[in-house]
């Protein structure tokens, strides 16, 4: 089992829809999340980081985290064709170390 | 632009071959990961130094070592390098010593082992 799962893709959505990308983690005593984007042939990027159960929005982007589940999801709202690139979540668990899922692949339509 | 520099930007190797990478931290960051990217997959997590000191590691072998300085830049070095080693190699900075361990990635070394 991998210690952060995620969605492939590719997801695509028309532009100004709403795309929901999900994430699960295996580590309940993982202390800390967060979601980056990755353009093709780019480093991550930061989009957000969440500690506490529930939902954290910055923007269009809306992250919710639910640890009882241990579940982690990005909503982004009004999806534009620039938001289209790979999406990965990560973890750090308790012993301090980090895990990224394998990311899912965002296709926004014009 | 986070901040956060890596040289070279791009390396070919042999098998065999011991490599070096280099990273710069974001101003007034004490910590830097490492991880690898193969194509396709998501960054694999090296070790993270922090005050000099390795502070975590994942599963990688011995022959992946790492150094951070007073300035708190970093090496990391792969000896005896394997065609598997090709990948895209990021640093990444953070404070965690400001409550928050948000990691802030440079832009990438691409390696190529032959």
């Known amino acids: 089992q991998k210690e952060v799962e995620q969605n492939s893709g590719p997801l695509s959505v028309p532009e100004g829809a709403i795309a929901s990308l999900n994430c699960t983690y295996s580590?309940?005593?993982?202390?800390?999340f967060f979601w980056y984007r990755q353009y093709s042939g780019k480093s991550p990027e930061l989009i957000m980081s969440i500690y506490s159960n529930g939902d954290k929005e910055d923007g269009r982007f809306t992250a919710q985290l639910n640890k009882a589940s241990q579940y982690v999801s990005l909503l982004i709202r009004d999806s534009q064709p620039s938001d289209s690139a790979t999406y990965l979540c990560?973890?750090?668990?308790?012993?301090?170390?980090?895990?990224f899922g394998s990311g899912t692949k965002l296709n926004v339509k014009p | 632009e986070t901040g956060v520099t890596q040289s070279p930007t791009h390396l070919i190797k042999t098998r065999g071959q011991q490599v070096t990478l280099r990273c710069s931290s974001q101003?007034?960051?004490?910590?830097v990961s490492w991880y690898q990217q193969a194509l396709g997959q998501g960054p694999q997590f090296i070790f993270q130094y922090y005050r000099e000191e390795e502070n975590g590691r994942g599963n990688f072998p011995p022959r992946f070592s790492g150094l951070q300085f007073p300035n708190y830049s970093s090496e990391l070095n792969v000896n005896a390098l394997e065609l598997d080693d090709s990948a895209l190699y990021l640093c990444?900075?953070?404070?965690?010593?400001?409550?928050?361990?948000?990691?802030?990635f440079g832009p990438g070394t691409r390696l190529t082992v032959l």
């Open positions: 101003s007034g960051h004490n910590t």
């Open positions: 990444a900075s953070s404070a965690p010593d400001r409550s928050t361990d948000t990691q802030y």
């Open positions: 580590d309940r005593g993982s202390q800390s």
């Open positions: 990560a973890v750090r668990s308790n012993f301090n170390k980090f895990y």
